[in-house]
T-cell receptor, first 112, second 114 residues
Framework: KQEVTQIPAALSVPEGENLVLNCSFTDSAIYNLQWFRQDPGKGLTSLLLIQSSQREQTSGRLNASLDKSSGRSTLYIAASQPGDSATYLCAVFGSNDYKLSFGAGTTVTVRA | KAGVTQTPRYLIKTRGQQVTLSCSPISGHRSVSWYQQTPGQGLQFLFEYFSETQRNKGNFPGRFSGRQFSNSRSEMNVSTLELGDSALYLC?????????????FGEGSRLTVL
């Protein structure tokens, strides 16, 4: 059974600092890994999708890496802003079970 | 282009009742999947439909069911509601025929069971 872990569970940083969010998964048989953002009481917003054959994806201030063999992904957010405050979730789509397994998320607070 | 639309956004039911939630995917998307989000269990996969066929389902009791219509709109039903069914139910759609596509989520339906 795929287990997805996100560390830390929460972090608070001053505005302008770079954010590093970690995600690990136990089964490397995946089609892809996706990072999402969730604001309180809202749905999920897709940030980046990395296919299993890719090593990284970039979008604006966001960069995500994927090391499938070690079961790790890292989301980097450069020059954080108060508007980046949210919960960030990673999810892997398994090629054995054909379903999306989520981590518990990292709640980020960016202080102005 | 309109996003994924879920209705109703909020609802309150009592134990033993049943509930039906609706999801309209992004136009052109044929895959619809459902997830339950609770503080204790996080996000858990319920089931996925593609072209009116259930392709996969998670580990939920038979009280949870769903269907997809020819226009790709989907409904999920929960019968004999229990207090533990209180959750945010999220629907996602994907454009891909395969399992490699990006998922786009709706705002969710928040169900409270009293």
């Amino acid at each position: 059974k795929q287990e997805v872990t996100q560390i830390p569970a929460a972090l608070s940083v001053p505005e302008g600092e770079n954010l590093v969010l970690n995600c690990s998964f136990t089964d490397s048989a995946i089609y892809n890994l996706q990072w999402f953002r969730q604001d309180p009481g809202k749905g999920l917003t897709s940030l980046l999708l990395i296919q299993s054959s890719q090593r990284e994806q970039t979008s604006g201030r966001l960069n995500a890496s994927l090391d499938k063999s070690s079961g790790r992904s890292t989301l980097y957010i450069a020059a954080s802003q108060p508007g980046d405050s949210a919960t960030y979730l990673c999810a892997v789509f398994g090629s054995n079970d054909y379903k999306l397994s989520f981590g518990a998320g990292t709640t980020v607070t960016v202080r102005a | 282009k309109a996003g994924v639309t879920q209705t109703p956004r909020y609802l309150i039911k009592t134990r033993g009742q049943q509930v039906t939630l609706s999801c309209s995917p992004i136009s052109g998307h044929r895959s619809v999947s459902w997830y339950q989000q609770t503080p204790g269990q996080g996000l858990q996969f319920l089931f996925e439909y593609f072209s009116e066929t259930q392709r996969n389902k998670g580990n939920f009791p038979g009280r949870f069911s769903g269907r997809q219509f020819s226009n790709s709109r989907s409904e999920m039903n929960v019968s004999t509601l229990e207090l533990g069914d209180s959750a945010l139910y999220l629907c996602a759609s994907s454009p891909a025929d395969s399992y490699t596509g990006e998922l786009f989520f709706g705002e969710g339906s928040r169900l409270t069971v009293l």
